[in-house]
């Protein structure tokens, strides 16, 4: 698929939802992007713990998508969802792997890889965009990235406040979603689904 018409189908999900979204989110945007496809047709379905791409070769090495979205009787994206850095690679070549195994899984247009970043927390969780970047295109398949930036939160005494305090992860929230979107004609398209307007 060219990127001009994969940047449509990423501007289609309401992304400012995830701004409502505390915690590790993992579960919450595969939730999310489901059922806003769904939505979108009565044409569209969902295989959430997608089949492994690597088939009759038992469990070990199998890797397993998040979810597949799909088009009448088949996939259509393959969506990965990844909060540590040093998984995105990895992520790449889950989506490649797919992608590339036409035999079981014709129908496939792009890949997606969904990429949570906190941006004043660990190491770990700070992407690097130019390697992603730079991995993807030389395995020269359609795929998008959509950067979720989540920065500390200035909390209260609220209930729901005190609550976040207790974990690593809810302390935080959505300050700016990018994207990155290398199609099938080579091209790279770049853009913002959301950023938050700081309170004066």
């Given at each position: 698929m060219?990127s001009?018409s994969i940047?449509n189908i990423?501007k289609?999900f309401?992304?400012d939802?995830i701004?409502?979204m505390?915690g590790?989110?993992h579960s919450?945007i595969?939730g999310?992007?489901?059922?806003e496809?769904i939505?979108?047709?009565?044409?569209h379905s969902?295989?959430?713990g997608a089949?492994?791409?690597?088939?009759?070769k038992?469990r070990?090495g199998?890797k397993?998508?998040?979810?597949?979205?799909c088009?009448?009787?088949?996939?259509f994206?393959?969506?990965?969802?990844?909060?540590?850095?040093?998984k995105?690679?990895?992520?790449?070549?889950?989506?490649?792997?797919y992608?590339?195994?036409t035999?079981d899984?014709d129908g496939?247009?792009?890949?997606?890889?969904?990429?949570l970043n906190y941006t004043?927390?660990a190491d770990?969780y700070k992407h690097?965009?130019?390697?992603?970047k730079?991995?993807?295109v030389?395995?020269d398949?359609?795929?998008?990235?959509v950067s979720i930036e989540k920065?500390?939160?200035?909390?209260?005494?609220?209930?729901?406040?005190q609550?976040k305090k207790r974990?690593?992860?809810y302390?935080?929230?959505t300050?700016?979603?990018?994207?990155?979107?290398?199609g099938?004609?080579?091209?790279?398209?770049?853009?913002?689904?959301?950023?938050?307007?700081?309170?004066?």
């Open positions: 060219v001009t940047e990423i289609m309401k992304w939802i701004t409502r505390y590790n989110s919450s595969i999310l992007l489901s059922s496809w939505k979108k047709s009565s044409d969902v295989l959430d089949p492994s791409p690597f088939v009759g038992g070990k199998q397993n998508a998040d979810i597949l979205l088009k009448g009787d088949k996939p994206i393959v969506v990965e969802v990844e909060t540590i850095v040093s995105y690679l990895e992520k790449i070549d889950s989506i490649a792997a992608m590339e195994n035999k899984y496939f247009s792009f890949g997606l890889l969904v990429m004043n927390g770990k690097n965009w130019h390697d992603a730079e991995y993807a030389s395995k398949i359609p795929i998008a990235f920065s500390k939160a200035d909390l209260g005494d609220t209930v729901l406040d609550l974990n690593e992860y302390p935080w929230e300050s700016n979603i990018d994207y990155w979107i290398y099938s004609d080579r091209k790279v398209i770049e853009g913002n689904l959301l950023k938050k307007i700081e309170k004066s």
